[in-house]
């Protein structure tokens, strides 16, 4: 198992601004990932990020709304940039720790948005 | 089209019987599906894994089955308490595609 601390756990931003947030591992991982989940609602998969190279966006994310840093083996960030009301949810990095061929996820704890 | 369910309405159990969730897709040939919790607030957390050779899965009070026929996996909670009060996720997984297909989650509440 892993423990994931993400940073902040809540903010309340104003429309037009932009919000970091950090995700640590407490090991070396090779896949990250980032999520968005609303209140009752499905997780809903932002991007894939990798070490070394560019993160991947699923349909519907782009680079410029949601940038992404993947430095090293055990951090990286989520930035969402000219935030809007829309954007309030909750956002979850997770770590592919299992075993081969099965893709486990570890969260962290998320982070709790809320745009004004 | 694709989709995975999970009941969406909130499952009412005593304390002491066996909880029983579904999680039915269609359109998507897994290689195996996981089962998380999700309480308020936090991250979902693993519990189980089971592949599409697998029938049945079993940790603790925890049972799952995997009916690729059926296009169905159950996730039985025995002896239910109410720290089991939460919410569960099934997801899909493609043979590593290091991607997961996510129900959007049944609330499970054990009434004491």
């Known amino acids: 198992s892993a423990v994931i601390s993400q940073k902040p756990s809540r903010d309340i931003c104003q429309r037009g601004t932009s919000l970091t947030i950090q995700c640590q591992v407490d090991?070396?991982?090779?896949?990250m990932f980032w999520y968005r989940q609303q209140p009752g609602q499905s997780l809903t998969l932002i991007a894939t990020?990798?070490?070394?190279?560019?993160?991947?966006?699923e349909s519907g994310f782009v680079i410029d709304k949601f940038p992404i840093s993947r430095p090293n083996l055990t951090f990286s960030t989520l930035t969402v940039s000219n935030m809007s009301p829309e954007d309030s949810s909750i956002y979850l990095c997770?770590?592919?720790?299992?075993?081969?061929?099965?893709?486990?996820?570890?969260f962290g704890p998320g982070t709790r948005l809320t745009v004004l | 089209s694709q989709k995975i369910e999970q009941n969406s309405e909130a499952l009412n159990i005593q304390e002491g019987k066996t909880a029983t969730l579904t999680c039915n897709y269609t359109?998507?040939?897994?290689?195996?599906l996981q089962w998380y919790r999700q309480d308020p607030g936090r991250g979902p957390v693993f519990l189980l894994l089971?592949?599409?050779n697998e029938k049945e899965k079993r940790k603790e009070r925890l049972k799952v089955t995997f009916d690729t026929t059926l296009k169905q996996s159950l996730f039985h909670i025995t002896a239910s308490q109410p720290a089991d009060s939460a919410t569960y996720l099934c997801?899909?997984?493609?043979?590593?595609?290091?991607?997961?297909?996510w129900g959007a989650g049944t609330k499970l509440i054990i009434k004491p």
């Open positions: 997801a899909l997984g493609m043979d590593s595609n290091y991607q997961l297909i």
């Open positions: 997770s770590a592919d720790i299992g075993q081969r061929n099965t893709d486990t996820q570890y």
């Open positions: 990020a990798n070490q070394g190279s560019e993160a991947t966006y």
């Open positions: 090991s070396q991982v090779t896949m």
């Open positions: 359109n998507y040939s897994p290689a195996y």
């Open positions: 089971i592949r599409e």
